[in-house]
């Protein structure tokens, strides 16, 4: 699987947008980008993922760059709840699906 | 949406006792199911996957008779932590994907895992 790289600590106003990015320059062509989060004493959430388009749900934008290099996560709107650490994780889907966690970014929103 | 549930969700036990937890996919079957290990401050760790009907994968370094893996349903699959000691202590983890379509993977809550 592609390694990621992602900055371990970030901070963010409450009520602007979060933006997270991963780099993965190393994904091969059928890899997909997943995006997790896990609040703290919890399991990680699920809150989007890609291949190469841009990709938007009712929790976040998911932006890979055109090269499928790097990609950034966006929280439009931070709130105190989405204080968590947020891994990007590379995988081919459907082919055993182990995911292994990287460090991931720790989010501080502040009020 | 995929609904993984774990159980316990936590438990506190004496050393040298066995301790099961339990994985269930809620609304969907699941021939493979993961199962991680995360210690404070650290990120998860993949210690097995859990195969259906067939032995589990254990990861580099994970003792297959210390954590035993049962996958005995499309729906259930089971860690027992044999014999634990304080060292096992920790935060455990299951995840499973629906069969069907290109779905990510959902987690269970967790189980917190203490040993005295």
């Known amino acids: 699987d592609a390694k990621t790289t992602q900055p371990p600590s970030m901070d963010c106003a409450e009520g602007r947008a979060a933006n997270l990015p991963c780099n993965h320059s190393t994904i091969s062509g059928n890899e997909y980008v997943y995006w997790y989060r896990q609040i703290h004493s919890q399991g990680p959430q699920y809150i989007i993922h890609?291949?190469?388009n841009n990709e938007t749900n009712e929790m976040a934008s998911l932006i890979i760059t055109e090269d499928r290099k790097s990609s950034t996560l966006i929280l439009p709107h931070a709130t105190l709840r989405d204080t968590a650490v947020y891994y990007c994780?590379?995988?081919?889907?459907?082919?055993?699906?182990?995911?292994?966690f990287g460090t991931g970014t720790s989010l501080t929103v502040i009020p | 949406g995929a609904v993984v549930s774990q159980h316990p969700s936590w438990v506190i036990c004496k050393s040298g006792t066995s301790v099961k937890i339990e994985c269930r996919s809620l609304?969907?079957?699941?021939?493979?199911m993961f199962w991680y290990r995360q210690f404070p401050k650290q990120s998860l760790m993949l210690m097995a996957t859990s195969n259906e009907g067939s032995k589990a994968t254990y990861e580099q370094g994970v003792e297959k008779d210390k954590f035993l893996i049962n996958h005995a349903s499309l729906t259930l699959s089971t860690l027992t932590v044999t014999s634990a000691h304080p060292e096992d202590s920790s935060f455990y983890i299951c995840s499973a994907r629906p069969e069907l379509g290109n779905q990510p993977q959902h987690f269970g809550d967790g189980t917190r895992l203490s040993i005295l």
């Open positions: 890609g291949l190469k």
């Open positions: 994780i590379v995988r081919v889907p459907n082919t055993g699906n182990q995911f292994y």
């Open positions: 609304d969907f079957q699941a021939t493979t």
